[in-house]
């Protein structure tokens, strides 16, 4: 399979080799990125854009998202950029009115939930804030380049790896990480095609700033929906100062499709509920809902992530999370096989375990507005199966157990284990921990828990037999 640029011309004689090339600059190509410069694996990321984006586009960073933003050394930066919220969306006629409001679950866990089951909480951050500080976080570490304003223009697999045509150059890397959102040219050319429903509903944007936060007086929400008839909507924080996103859904054909900088700003207006706000609009857009999925996430030696693997609708909030999970996943599983610690069979479970979540996320996302869910089942698909989070005292200050992962295998061991070695090719950080903090990890005062650098639980073994086979 090949596909050649949109002029047909034959790929160009300059070359260059990397290990990864990843297609796309968003939440999950940088995380990608991210995870392969931290193990030392050279890459080029490639995006089309000059600069990232400007839009804030996604505004709620999940708590398994802030966690792996933790594991990079970033989360203070990550959530600089935000707001402290509730993670709860309030229903009221108009902002003003906030008070008489009633609020409902965003799926997000409260700050008290938080603190039981996670070192992280989630984030009111918009996406325009997340990315540049992903990026500055990549470039501060000796791998891997990351490339603004570079078009791929023809992907095409050969033999134990991908070509592909970037600008006036040819890149082939061993593989391949198509993270180039919903109209992902690189799937196209892979030849991989997208099921679900498309056009679910329409939407209009407005991106703008205007003192609303006094309105709200300390109901601070992540969401707020106005039910108001004249200004029915959505009112989100989306950055440092008065910097807010309205939006407005529709139906296919509907005249709200149409609606322009004056009336947006009238419906804001009505929307704060407060008399003149003088709404300040920076930007206008539209897009519409899909709930769809990849028949497939891999082909040979490249693989989708993100939106080109995934499109969930807004309700929720999972589309980022599950994009920035998904190059996680993937990176670390690339880095084991580049470096020799695994082989090929682990890059096959980068599906296996990440389209069922996708699939969960998908389909709540696409249910109708108000649809009861449990929101432990929706934080169950956001920590992704990974060992419970417990304190335990560090040499300077207290820990989490998800900060002691390594990053290959991280031994965890009762109090009354003997010391054992677990003969693998993979790196193993071995740690030992009191009986409370191993008994809230499942595991015996004699046992011992193998554990992924993801978190998730390898194998257990009471004895070093079982070890060495797990192992």
Partial sequence: MQLKGPDSEPFGM???????????????????????????IDFVLV????????????????????????????????????????????????????????????GFPTPEQCSLISP??????????????????????????????????????????????????????????AADGAHSGARRALGIDMRGPDNLLGAVTALFRAPLWGLVGERRHAIYIVTDPEAEG??????????????????????????????????IELAAGA???????????????AAQIADRYRTGNAFLIGDAAHRATPRGGTGMNTAIHDGYDLGWKLAWVLRGWAGDELLDSYERERRPVADHNVRQSAEAPGTPHESGHALAADLGGRIPHAWVDGPRHRVSTLDLLGPGYTLF????????????????????????????????????????????????AAAAEGLRAAA
């Avoid at 990843?22 to 990125?33: D, K």
């Avoid at 078009?151 to 061993?174: I, P």
């Fill in 275 to 289: 008399g003149p706000v003088s709404p300040r609009i920076e930007r206008i857009g539209s897009f519409t809902f």
């Fill in 234 to 267: 959505v009112l989100l924080p989306a950055g440092h100062g008065d910097r807010w996103l309205y939006g407005v859904t529709h139906e296919p054909g509907s005249p709200l499709a149409g609606l322009d900088e004056r009336e947006m700003a009238r419906r």
């Fill in 413 to 460: 061991s009762g109090p009354e284990r003997d010391q054992c070695e677990v003969p693998a090719h993979v790196p193993v950080v071995a740690r030992r921990l009191d009986v409370i903090t191993a008994r809230a990890l499942g595991i015996a005062p004699a046992g011992a828990l193998l554990v992924r650098p993801d978190g998730v639980p390898a194998a257990t």
């Fill in 120 to 177: 992280a909480q989630p984030a009111c951050v918009p996406q325009d804030h997340l990315e540049p500080v992903l990026l500055e976080y990549i470039q501060s570490r000796a791998a891997g380049r990351v490339e603004l304003g570079s078009k791929v223009t023809g992907v095409e697999q050969q033999g134990a790896g991908v070509r592909a045509r970037v600008g006036d150059r040819v890149v082939e890397a061993q593989y391949l990480i």
């Fill in 14 to 40: 300059q070359r260059e080799v990397t290990s990864v090339l990843i297609v796309g600059g968003g939440p999950g190509g940088l995380t990608a990125a991210a995870t392969l410069a931290r193990y030392g």
């Fill in 47 to 106: 995006e089309r854009r000059a600069e990232l984006s400007s839009l804030p586009r996604a505004t709620g960073v999940s708590t398994r998202s802030m966690e792996l933003m933790r594991s990079f050394g970033i989360e203070d930066e990550i959530r600089a950029g935000g707001h402290d919220v509730e993670w709860t969306q309030l229903y009221c006629r108009t902002l003003a009115q906030a008070s008489a409001g009633h609020s409902s679950s965003t």
